[in-house]
């Protein structure tokens, strides 16, 4: 069982939890959920992947849209990189709603 409290950063160090997360995730290798009540049951990483094709139509949609977003998030940065004046208020009134 993973404890996830192994995620939270104790006196600002979260390196040791990360890690031994990470190592409690790598003893359940292959299995990605176990069953308790049926081994054979348990879903394993091979059970858990995707068609091919399918893989290959998300990395088609993933290389398109991810540029996407990123230079929507960029665009959108640059538009608001800068701190708001009372001068900059009043001299927009309407602007800034």
Same mark, same amino acid.
């Given at each position: ?6 995620? !939270?950063?104790?006196?600002? #160090? ?6 031994? +997360? &990470?190592?409690?995730?790598?003893? $359940? ?18 059970? !858990?992947?995707?068609?091919? #094709? ?6 088609? +949609? &993933?290389?398109?849209?991810?540029? $996407? ?29």
């Amino acid at each position: 069982m993973v404890c996830w409290r192994c995620w !939270a950063p104790v006196q600002g #160090r979260a390196e040791p939890r990360f890690w031994a +997360a &990470a190592w409690q995730l790598s003893a $359940l290798f292959p299995f990605v959920m176990p069953s308790s009540l049926d081994p054979a049951s348990s879903l394993t990483v091979w059970d !858990a992947v995707s068609s091919h #094709r399918t893989l290959f139509i998300m990395f088609i +949609a &993933a290389s398109i849209f991810v540029p $996407l977003i990123l230079c929507y998030t960029l665009w959108c940065y640059a538009k608001m990189w800068g701190k708001v004046t009372t001068a900059h208020i009043d001299h927009n009134p309407h602007g800034l709603y």
